[in-house]
């Protein structure tokens, strides 16, 4: 009879709380709407749009391209330059 119990530790993070809740849920809401009207408007987004939700869900690729905006927020506030959809989505 063994008198210590030998329990399995495994040094993994647990899965599925890595980045869960990380942000401001309100400006994420706004770049996810700006994203629905990109996709909507803009052919480049929708060409982008529709080659990621080919590959995964449409929750997915919407959210990409809501990133995608995101990213060129920031970018154009930070060198003052304008929206440029060709440079954002060129593959």
């Known amino acids: 009879m063994r008198l210590i119990v030998v329990a399995l530790k495994v040094r993994k993070p647990a899965m599925g709380v890595g980045n869960a809740k990380s942000g401001n849920k309100y400006l994420s809401w706004a770049f996810s709407e700006a994203a629905h009207f990109a996709v909507r ?12 939700q080919r590959r995964t869900n449409g929750i997915v690729a919407i959210r990409s391209v809501a990133h995608k905006l995101a990213r060129a927020a920031y970018y154009m506030l930070r060198d003052q330059t304008r929206f440029d959809a060709t440079r954002l989505f060129a593959s």
């Not at 408007?41 to 990621?52: G, N, Q």
Request: charged letters at 50%; a positive charge; proline letters at 8%.
């Open 41 to 52: 408007y803009e052919p480049l987004a929708k060409r982008f749009y529709e080659r990621k």
